[in-house]
Nanobody, 116 residues
Framework: QVQLVESGGGLVQAGGSLRLSCAVS????????MGWYRQAPGKQRELVAN????????YYADSVKGRFTISRDNPKNTVYLQMNSLKPEDTAVYYC?????????WGQGTQVTVSS
């Protein structure tokens, strides 16, 4: 019923930038939090950034602080992840996540590859 569609991934050289988008099929106000996770080969999925719908408070993993920014556009039902100063260790599949009292929802993922 709920669909999250990510876009914006691709191949970029170290030091470059990408902006990921997550389009949601319903008002993001239906969720108490939106976030971005990533999963690198052979590793568990980890939380990268999170934004609360109430108040807009944000959280960032230590590894991306100062480089990544999560934001939202409520009328467009879209959440973004701006990624600057990308490093090879940022290479992963990035997933959009939404949490509500009904459950947790995931997008299909978008590949980000950072080369040296």
């Amino acid at each position: 019923q709920v669909q999250l569609v990510e876009s914006g991934g691709g191949l970029v050289q170290a030091g470059g930038s990408l902006r990921l988008s997550c389009a949601v099929s319903r008002s993001i106000f239906r969720f108490y939090a939106m976030g971005w996770y990533r999963q690198a080969p052979g590793k568990q999925r980890e939380l990268v950034a999170n934004i609360a719908t109430s108040g807009g408070s944000t959280y960032y993993a230590d590894s991306v602080k100062g480089r990544f920014t999560i934001s939202r556009d409520n009328p467009k039902n879209t959440v973004y992840l701006q990624m600057n100063s990308l490093k090879p260790e940022d290479t992963a599949v990035y997933y959009c996540n939404a949490k509500s009292t009904d459950g947790t929802y995931w997008g299909q993922g978008t590949q980000v590859t950072v080369s040296s």
